[in-house]
T-cell receptor, first 107, second 112 residues
Framework: AQRVTQPEKLLSVFKGAPVELKCNYS??????LFWYVQYSRQRLQLLLR??SRESIKGFTADLNKGETSFHLKKPFAQEEDSAMYYC?????????FGTGTRLTVIP | DSGVTQTPKHLITATGQRVTLRCSPR?????VYWYQQSLDQGLQFLIQ???????AKGNILERFSAQQFPDLHSELNLSSLELGDSALYFC???????????FGNGTRLTVT
């Protein structure tokens, strides 16, 4: 069965500190992994996807098939990174989301 | 602007009632997804349509139903509403199942 687990509901870090938002998945096939972000009063939007292997707003995420993880990382957190982050798994005809992690960057 | 339009923005209704939420996908997107977002559950996948046909079902209650019309807009029907149905309902559209989703602003439903 497809499942996405984000173990942390809330995460607070100080500005300039590294941040890692955890995501683990369960999927029998070849996964498509995404990170979506929802800033305050804005709609949910794509942050990055694993096949792009790109860095968006300083964030990166590496797919680790051995650990079935797709953690989101940024070396130096900024105040504007405060938002709700969702990890998502794309399977056949579907996109499953984790329950989300609310990141707060403390100035 | 992502181009996904949801109406209405807010809906307040009483228990036992029925409501219809509407979604217009981005131009060119054939796939429409419905999600329910509540405080405790996060984003819960409800149902997906592709070019008018149902493609996948998630945790959608029997009291809920949806359809996608020939012009590709979609409606989510919620009936026999209960207090626990109060949530934000999101629609998203995509070109195909591996394409990024583009979300609407959501419809906030309050059941009193």
């Amino acid at each position: 069965a497809q499942r996405v687990t984000q173990p942390e509901k809330l995460l607070s870090v100080f500005k300039g500190a590294p941040v890692e938002l955890k995501c683990n998945y369960s999927y029998s096939g070849s996964p498509e992994l995404f990170w979506y972000v929802q800033y305050s009063r804005q709609r949910l939007q794509l942050l990055l996807r694993h096949i792009s292997r790109e860095s968006i707003k300083g964030f990166t995420a590496d797919l680790n098939k051995g650990e079935t993880s797709f953690h989101l990382k940024k070396p130096f957190a900024q105040e504007e990174d405060s938002a709700m982050y969702y990890c998502a798994l794309g399977g056949a005809n579907n996109l499953f989301f984790g329950t989300g992690t609310r990141l707060t960057v403390i100035p | 602007d992502s181009g996904v339009t949801q109406t209405p923005k807010h809906l307040i209704t009483a228990t036992g009632q029925r409501v219809t939420l509407r979604c217009s996908p981005r131009s060119g997107d054939l796939s429409v997804y419905w999600y329910q977002q509540s405080l405790d559950q996060g984003l819960q996948f409800l149902i997906q349509y592709y070019n008018g046909e149902e493609r996948a079902k998630g945790n959608i209650l029997e009291r809920f139903s949806a359809q996608q019309f020939p012009d590709l807009h979609s409606e989510l029907n919620l009936s026999s509403l209960e207090l626990g149905d109060s949530a934000l309902y999101f629609c998203a559209s995509a070109r195909d199942y591996n394409s990024p989703l583009h979300f609407g602003n959501g419809t906030r439903l309050t059941v009193t």
